[in-house]
């Protein structure tokens, strides 16, 4: 198995710029979550999803945050419109009962 | 909210030397999960507790879930340089599925 796939690995834009990180969970995992590291707060729970469902987007930072799963192999996090301090890595992890997690590689967001 | 607190921070230790790093919690888990990350991957489970009090191993890797259910130990033993990186603790309540993580411990195994 490939595991949980991230795209991109690493992401500069500037400020006020549209921002998508894409995620492909592995094969028959129900759950999906998003995450975020830095420095400073750790990682943060943002969203999770249960067979495609948004179940708690209670950690989502604000509107400009969104979050979609269309089917059980693809979810996709935006952001509209980054700030700076959205900077951080971004994970997604995959897990078949919701508690292991498999985690992909992260996306290393710079936004400038 | 559930904190934890993970502790140590940061650990240099020599090669060969054994280490311990815990989490405390404000209240009670359900499940313990240690996780290891290395510098720019993302975190994988090294092992997993159900059961207040109970001992896991995993190769050199020991883990323990309290008995008050609000804290954990892992311990490595004899440690070599692959060991390097930040390991985090996590726990999780059964009525939800989100996981709480430490802050993490910084391990550096100098040779």
């Known amino acids: 198995d490939a595991g949980v796939i991230q795209s991109p690995r690493h992401e500069v834009t500037e400020m006020g710029q549209e921002v998508t990180l894409r995620c492909k969970p592995i094969?028959?995992?129900?759950?999906l979550f998003w995450y975020r590291q830095t420095m400073m707060r750790g990682l943060e729970l943002l969203i999770y999803f249960n067979n495609n469902v948004p179940i708690d987007d209670s950690g989502m930072p604000e509107d400009r945050f969104s979050a979609k799963m269309p089917n059980a192999s693809f979810s996709t996090l935006k952001i509209q419109p980054s700030e700076p301090r959205d900077s951080a890595v971004y994970f997604c992890?995959?897990?078949?009962?919701?508690?292991?997690?498999?985690f992909g590689s992260g996306t290393q967001l710079s936004v400038l | 909210g559930q904190q934890l607190n993970q502790s140590p921070q940061s650990m240099f230790i020599q090669e060969g030397e054994d280490v311990s790093m815990n989490c405390t919690s404000s209240?009670?888990?359900?499940?313990w999960l240690w996780y290891k990350q290395d510098p720019g991957e993302g975190p994988v489970l090294l092992i997993a507790?159900?059961?207040?009090?109970e001992l896991t191993s995993n190769g050199r890797l020991t883990a323990q879930f309290g008995i008050t259910r609000k804290d954990s130990f892992l311990n490595i033993s004899a440690s070599i340089p692959s060991d390097v990186g930040i390991y985090f603790c996590?726990?999780?309540?059964?009525?939800?599925?989100?996981?709480?993580f430490g802050s993490g411990t910084q391990l550096t195994v100098l040779p």
């Open positions: 209240s009670i888990f359900n499940t």
């Open positions: 992890a995959s897990s078949f009962d919701g508690e292991k997690l498999f």
């Open positions: 094969s028959g995992h129900d759950y």
């Open positions: 996590a726990g999780q309540l059964w009525s939800a599925r989100q996981l709480t």
């Open positions: 507790l159900y059961k207040a009090g």
